[in-house]
C-alpha cells in the first residue's frame, strides 16, 4: 500500500492472481477519488474513478473500493497481466471552485511475473 | 496518446540556459495543470490555469515561469534552473471540478 517514507511500495503477483493496492487519503472533505497507472515512460492513465456517495465501483477487471470512515481507497485487480506491470498512484480531490485539485499518494508499484 | 501532447519529450540543458516546454490539448477541456514528478516523491501540482487565468501556484521559485496564452496550450518557460530541477514535467487538462485529470507523456528535463 502507500508509504509515507521514501521507499516506493512493491506488490509481486503472479500472472492470473489478484491484485489489491491500497491506499490512505488524508482529506476527510474529499469527495471524488481517481486511481492512475503509469508505466515506464509514460505519463499517468486514468484507470477508475469514484465518488464519496458511492463506496464500491466497478470497471473492466478492476473494482475501486472507498471506506470513508477510516479514509481509505483500494484498487483490486482481477485476473492480473503482465500488461498491468506499472507504477498505481491514487488521487483525492478537493477542488471545486470550476477545477480540480488532486493529490496524488506516492504510488506502489505493481511486479507481474508470467 | 491521450489527448495532451507535450514537447519536447526530453531536454538537457545547462544552468545558464532558457528553454521552454510546451503543452497542447484537443479536449475542449477548461483547465490545465503543470506538475513535477521526482524520484520518490509524489506528484508535486506546480500551476493550474482554468479558463486561461491563473488560478493557483504552489510556492514554486520564479525560474519556472508558466504561459497560457489560449485554452488549448500551456507552456512551462525554465531559466538559471538548477541540478535539483531535473525531472519528469508533466502537463494535465480537466473538464471542470470533479473530474480527472488527462495527463501528457512528459517532458523528462535533465539539468546539467
Known amino acids: 500500500g502507500e508509504s509515507v517514507g521514501l521507499h516506493l511500495p512493491t506488490l509481486s503477483v503472479q500472472e492470473g492472481d489478484n491484485s489489491i493496492i491500497n491506499c490512505a487519503y488524508s482529506n476527510s472533505a474529499s469527495d471524488y477519488f481517481i486511481w492512475y497507472k503509469q508505466e515506464s515512460g509514460k505519463g499517468p492513465q486514468f484507470i477508475i474513478d469514484?465518488?464519496?456517495?458511492?463506496d464500491k465501483r466497478q470497471g473492466q477487471r478492476v473494482t475501486v473500493l472507498l471506506n470513508k470512515t477510516v479514509k481509505h481507497l483500494s484498487l483490486q485487480i482481477a485476473a492480473t497481466q503482465p500488461g498491468d506491470s506499472a507504477v498505481y498512484f491514487c488521487a483525492e480531490n478537493t477542488g471545486n471552485s470550476g477545477y480540480s485539485t488532486l493529490t496524488f499518494g506516492k504510488g506502489t508499484m505493481l511486479l507481474v511475473s508470467p | 496518446e491521450t489527448g495532451v501532447t507535450q514537447t519536447p519529450r526530453h531536454l538537457v540543458m545547462g544552468m545558464t540556459n532558457k528553454k521552454s516546454l510546451k503543452c497542447e490539448q484537443h479536449l475542449g477541456h477548461n483547465a490545465m495543470y503543470w506538475y513535477k514528478q521526482s524520484a520518490k516523491k509524489p506528484l508535486e501540482l506546480m500551476f493550474v490555469?482554468?479558463?486561461?487565468?491563473?488560478?493557483e501556484n504552489n510556492s514554486v521559485p520564479s525560474r519556472f515561469s508558466p504561459e497560457c496564452p489560449n485554452s488549448s496550450h500551456l507552456f512551462l518557460h525554465l531559466h538559471t534552473l538548477q541540478p535539483e530541477d531535473s525531472a519528469l514535467y508533466l502537463c494535465?487538462?480537466?473538464?471542470?471540478?470533479?473530474?480527472?485529470?488527462?495527463f501528457g507523456s512528459g517532458t523528462r528535463l535533465t539539468v546539467v
Open positions: 469514484i465518488r464519496s456517495n458511492m
Open positions: 494535465a487538462s480537466s473538464q471542470a471540478a470533479n473530474y480527472g485529470y488527462t
Open positions: 490555469y482554468s479558463l486561461e487565468e491563473r488560478v
